[in-house]
């Protein structure tokens, strides 16, 4: 996806934004609130709004939202990820992973609850962990980047796109550095690293959106890199430096290649969070 410009940004923020919060947007500016989530989009657009006022409130839906779902405090959810003491994947993806996933994972928000609900297969037990672990650590990461000032949240999942940041839209990707990429190689040429990234995708996922990786490496030890995650604090302060300094622009253009050899060129972006 090439830069857009500032009125496809704003079309596409509005698009961000299910019907019932478009009708209550289109009711602040004194719009007709009937009709198709086009017809509002059309309306709203026709009247060239502030975008900041937009950006105001995709933020204030998106905190009403995190509101909703907390079913646990920010700090009671880290101690019980605090309790995981190894990360060893026991099965494969696929069926597994859909029931496990809509089951266990996205339901249960304590690690005794899990481990007490999960009667299964020794590997099995171990895949709902991880999954359940990267799960929660993930949600608390993407909740604290849009927390950032620069960063603008979305409440519908469109294109792709989790966040909007320098005025792009993004698909967040919170990951490990992939098993046997060198390490040197991630550190001095990130852009080589997120070509990698989109190329070795699964061809179920596949998607060519501009995608900001966020991306967990412990130099010694690699294969401890996951325990990064829950290291809030640290991984916070990184998080908060990268977007204070950082900027979108052609330069973040990156070309690669489907298993077709079809060429794409999305937007990407990589944070590294190293220790």
């Known amino acids: 996806m090439p830069l857009l410009s500032q009125e496809e940004v704003l079309e596409l923020k509005l698009n961000c934004i299910p019907q019932k919060q478009l ?38 839906e998106y905190a009403k939202r995190v509101e909703e779902k907390r079913c646990i405090s920010d ?18 993806q696929g069926q597994l992973d859909r029931r496990i996933q809509s089951k266990y994972i996205r339901k249960i928000a304590t690690f005794e609850g899990l481990v007490g609900n999960t009667q299964l297969h020794n590997d099995f037990t ?83 959106d501009n995608r900001l990786f966020v991306i967990m490496l412990d130099k010694k030890n690699p294969e401890m890199s996951w325990e990064l995650k829950r290291e809030f604090d640290f991984v916070f302060e990184i998080i908060d430096d990268f977007f204070d300094k950082e900027s979108v622009s052609s330069n973040d253009e990156i070309t690669f290649y489907s298993k077709e050899k079809k060429p794409f060129h999305p937007i990407s972006k990589i944070m590294m969070v190293t220790r």
């Open 23 to 60: 009708q209550i947007l289109a009711a602040k500016f004194s719009l007709n609130i009937q009709g198709s989530v086009n017809d509002l989009i059309k309306r709203l657009l026709e009247i060239n709004p502030d975008e900041r006022y937009i950006d105001q409130f995709l933020g204030e």
């Open 75 to 92: 700090e009671d959810l880290k101690n019980e990820l605090s309790k995981v003491s190894e990360f060893s994947w026991g099965a494969v």
């Open 126 to 208: 171990n895949y709902v962990i991880c999954a359940w672990f990267n799960h929660w650590t993930t949600t608390l990461i993407e909740q604290h980047i849009c927390s950032h000032d620069r960063v603008i949240p979305t409440i519908k999942h469109k294109k792709g796109v989790d966040i909007f940041f320098d005025g792009q839209p993004f698909d967040l990707k919170t990951t490990n550095l992939p098993r046997n990429y060198d390490v040197s190689s991630a550190l001095e040429n990130p852009s080589d690293l997120a070509v990698w990234m989109y190329e070795e995708q699964g061809e179920q996922r596949f998607g060519a």
